[in-house]
């Protein structure tokens, strides 16, 4: 069975600039996660979908935002750039909500110049 | 919120020897505590998880521990291999109800080295 799938792997966008990243969940998972991974902040929980529903929300501006499709799979948008979004952004799939294990994709690593 | 503190930030072992994390999480209300492992370009991946029903998992050579009365858990990972140089996560999540319910909160990792 395949693995959670992002895509691009590697971004480079300039400030002011909106990006948007795409994960793949594993055939059958319904949850997907996202999180934000940096140095200096470590592993951060960004947003859950469910249903095509956004169920939970990390502490990021409304910069950041999310969707889900009916196939599960979902996108991730960040608008207006800054220096600080640069990270690498992981997507995570699960079977169901609650304690089905997380699984997570490679990343998408974003450069912001 | 839920707050997870992992220590040793760096761990450094011979290959053959034991290696023990812990983490201490802050929620009552987290019942799921995965660990992952995390290599150079990769995501983390899950490579054992406890809940707050059972005290103790083993998978081969590695193991969980869980304390919910002092909210402690740790992994043991025995007879260390080189290929377990990596950086490991441990983390915790919240049943329904629960603010946290659905996301993990991770502590802040270990880089462990295996020396041959």
């Known amino acids: 069975k395949a693995g959670v799938t992002q895509t691009p792997r590697y971004l480079i966008k300039t400030r002011g600039q909106q990006v948007t990243l795409s994960c793949s969940p594993i055939?059958?998972?319904?949850?997907v996660s996202w999180y934000q991974q940096t140095p200096g902040q470590g592993l951060q929980f960004l947003f859950e979908?469910?249903?095509?529903?956004?169920?939970n929300k990390g502490n990021f501006p409304g910069r950041f935002s999310g969707r889900q499709f009916s196939n599960s799979r979902s996108e991730m948008n960040v608008s207006t750039l800054e220096l600080g979004d640069s990270a690498l952004y992981l997507c995570?799939?699960?079977?169901?909500?609650?304690?089905?294990?997380?699984?997570f994709g490679n990343g998408t690593r974003l450069t912001v110049t | 919120g839920e707050n997870v503190e992992q220590h040793p930030s760096t761990l450094s072992v011979q290959e053959g020897d034991s290696a023990v994390i812990k983490c201490t999480y802050s929620?009552?209300?987290?019942?799921?505590f995965p660990w992952y492992k995390q290599e150079l370009g990769k995501g983390p991946q899950l490579i054992i998880d406890?809940?707050?029903?059972?005290g103790e998992k083993k998978d081969q050579r590695i193991a969980v521990t869980l304390n919910k009365t002092a909210k402690h858990f740790s992994l043991h990972i025995t007879e260390t291999q080189p290929e377990d140089s990596a950086v490991y996560f441990c983390?915790?999540?919240?049943?329904?109800?629960?603010?946290?319910?659905?996301?993990?909160?991770f502590g802040q990792g270990t880089i462990l080295t295996v020396h041959p």
């Open positions: 995570a799939s699960s079977l169901e909500r609650g304690l089905s294990p997380l699984h």
């Open positions: 055939s059958g998972h319904r949850s």
């Open positions: 979908y469910f249903s095509e529903t956004q169920r």
């Open positions: 983390a915790a999540r919240a049943n329904a109800g629960g603010t946290s319910y659905g996301k993990l909160t």
């Open positions: 406890i809940r707050s029903n059972v």
């Open positions: 929620d009552s209300a987290s019942n799921y």
